[in-house]
T-cell receptor, first 115, second 114 residues
Framework: AQSVTQLDSQVPVFEEAPVELRCNYS??????LFWYVQYPNQGLQLLLK??????LVKGINGFEAEFNKSQTSFHLRKPSVHISDTAEYFC?????????????FGTGTRLQVFP | KAGVTQTPRYLIKTRGQQVTLSCSPI?????VSWYQQTPGQGLQFLFE???????NKGNFPGRFSGRQFSNSRSEMNVSTLELGDSALYLC?????????????FGDGTRLSIL
């Protein structure tokens, strides 16, 4: 079975500071990795995905993430955050070898950006 | 292209009633998945449909059911509602190529049980 751990439930940061949201996963088979963002009263929006290839993945809104197979991590980073980045961020995995699109999510990290 | 559309956005029911939620996927998408989001349990997978067939099912009681129509639209039904069913129900669609194409989410239906 697969699982996803987001170590930080909340991350407070000042505007224009860098931020890292941590994600670790557990799986005995290869997985695809995703980061989604959820703004209040909205659904989830895909930030970026890792399927294969380069371990550094660039996404929308200036976010990037790095896949580290040995540490089973997929941390999300942004060099300079804005107030508008305040939202809930979810890391998720899917298993490509199985006949399903099912996503397994972490518990989420609430990013709060202060002026 | 229009995104994933879920109706209604908000719903209030009482215990024991049943409810049907609707999801219209992005045009051309053949796979539809449903998730339940609660503060306590987070995002949990309910079920997934592809070409009108249930492809995968999460660990929810039989009161939760779904179906998909020939135009890829999907509905989920919850019977004999319980207080614990209060949640945001999210629908997601994808092209159907398993795992490689990301799922696109609707804004959800917020179900409140009184």
């Amino acid at each position: 079975a697969q699982s996803v751990t987001q170590l930080d439930s909340q991350v407070p940061v000042f505007e224009e500071a860098p931020v890292e949201l941590r994600c670790n996963y557990s799986s005995s088979v290869s997985v695809y990795l995703f980061w989604y963002v959820q703004y209040p009263n909205q659904g989830l929006q895909l930030l970026l995905k890792y399927l294969s290839g380069s371990t550094l993945v660039k996404g929308i809104n200036g976010f990037e993430a790095e896949f580290n197979k040995s540490q089973t991590s997929f941390h999300l980073r942004k060099p300079s955050v804005h107030i508008s980045d305040t939202a809930e961020y979810f890391c998720a995995v899917s298993v490509p070898l199985r006949n399903t699109d099912k996503l397994i999510f972490g518990t989420g990290t609430r990013l709060q950006v202060f002026p | 292209k229009a995104g994933v559309t879920q109706t209604p956005r908000y719903l209030i029911k009482t215990r024991g009633q049943q409810v049907t939620l609707s999801c219209s996927p992005i045009s051309g998408h053949r796979s539809v998945s449903w998730y339940q989001q609660t503060p306590g349990q987070g995002l949990q997978f309910l079920f997934e449909y592809f070409s009108e067939t249930q492809r995968n099912k999460g660990n929810f009681p039989g009161r939760f059911s779904g179906r998909q129509f020939s135009n890829s639209r999907s509905e989920m039904n919850v019977s004999t509602l319980e207080l614990g069913d209060s949640a945001l129900y999210l629908c997601a669609s994808s092209e159907g190529q398993v795992g490689s194409q990301p799922q696109h989410f609707g804004d959800g239906t917020r179900l409140s049980i009184l």
